[in-house]
């Protein structure tokens, strides 16, 4: 993993605000990137089951995609969320969530990106996301 | 601060902790419609260069806006769950300005209820974004594992 891309990935998570109210992490294993969702109560969607909230799964699993494209792309600024289509497979359970994101097609101008979050197995996912983001290297 | 099983539906809906940690707010609700918003705050902020709002926030906001209009729609705080939500991210939100977002449980069967979802920022006919939902109705909680 060239050195840029890590640096690329540290600005992304470090500098959105909104990847640290999440508690959001990330693990590189050489290109492979894992996110790391760490269970908090204030993620909590449904406090009687209880489970995740869909919305917070859903921006993990978006926030993921952009992390995997901040790799693939270094230097450029956070990509625009074009649309994004979740799926939800399982309950979310008051536990740890992983994600790991597949960059399907990165153009010039659009990415498709899809991503499977799970919990005790990565056979089991608990949602998924498919989304197209606007990439923005011919901004200044 | 009322029990959650025995509080009126829209304070049962503001009751989960997520939708309290983004600080999300009943405007309005009415049978199969809610309107909530959530408020720009600064760590709710997804891109740092300009101050919006991220675009999970609005995520969020659209999937339990969604819920309080068929859980509205069907009149009691029944268990459900979010089987597929796409959204259009129009444009996005102006600076430093939060979102609000109304929900429409358009349709409801037994086991399935659709929903369509519209969010702005500061004039309600310019959309930030459009939803379309699936939700399954009356799943019932498994007792958890270990």
Same mark, same amino acid.
């Given at each position: 993993m060239e050195d840029t891309a890590i640096q690329s990935l540290d600005a992304f998570l470090q500098k959105v605000p909104y990847v640290r109210f999440l508690g959001m992490r990330v693990e590189l294993?050489?290109? =492979?990137?894992t996110a790391v969702l760490p269970f908090q109560r204030t993620l909590i969607g449904n406090p009687i089951l209880p489970a995740?909230?869909?919305?917070?799964?859903?921006?993990f699993m978006e926030l993921t995609a952009l992390a995997q494209l901040s790799l693939a792309?270094?230097?450029?600024?956070?990509?625009? /969320?074009?649309?994004? /289509?979740? =799926?939800?497979?399982?309950?979310?359970?008051?536990?740890? /969530?992983?994600?790991r994101a597949i960059l399907r097609k990165v153009g010039r101008r659009v990415a498709n990106v899809q991503v499977e979050a799970w919990q005790d197995s990565r056979a089991q996912p608990i949602a998924g996301l498919t989304g197209h983001f606007l990439m923005r290297n011919e901004e200044p | 601060m009322s029990d959650f099983n025995t509080a009126p539906l829209p304070e049962r809906m503001l009751m989960a902790p997520h939708a309290d940690a983004l600080g999300l707010s009943l405007?309005?609700?009415?049978? !199969?419609? !809610?309107?909530?918003?959530?408020?720009?705050?600064?760590?709710?902020?997804?891109?740092?260069? $300009? !101050?919006? &709002?991220?675009?999970?926030v609005v995520t969020a906001l659209i999937d339990h806006t969604c819920g309080l209009a068929i859980n509205s729609a069907m009149g009691e705080l029944t268990? &459900?769950?979010t089987l597929d939500l796409? &959204?259009?991210?129009?444009?996005?939100?102006?600076?430093?300005?939060?979102? $609000?977002?109304?929900?429409?449980?358009?349709?409801?069967?037994?086991?399935?209820?659709?929903?369509?979802?519209?969010?702005?920022?500061?004039?309600?006919?310019d959309l930030v974004a459009t939803a379309q939902a699936a939700f399954m109705l009356n799943t019932r909680a498994q007792p958890l594992k270990g």
């Open positions: 294993a050489g290109d =492979e990137m995740l909230h869909g919305g917070a799964l859903g921006a792309q270094p230097g450029q600024r956070v990509p625009k /969320t074009i649309d994004i /289509t979740i =799926e939800y497979l399982r309950s979310g359970r008051a536990q740890d /969530t992983y994600a | 405007v309005s609700v009415e049978k !199969g419609r !809610g309107v909530m918003s959530a408020p720009w705050r600064e760590e709710l902020v997804g891109d740092p260069e $300009t !101050g919006v &709002i991220a675009s999970g268990p &459900i769950a796409r &959204i259009d991210y129009l444009r996005p939100a102006a600076p430093r300005t939060g979102v $609000t977002a109304e929900a429409h449980a358009y349709r409801l069967t037994r086991t399935v209820g659709f929903v369509r979802a519209e969010a702005w920022d500061v004039e309600r006919g």
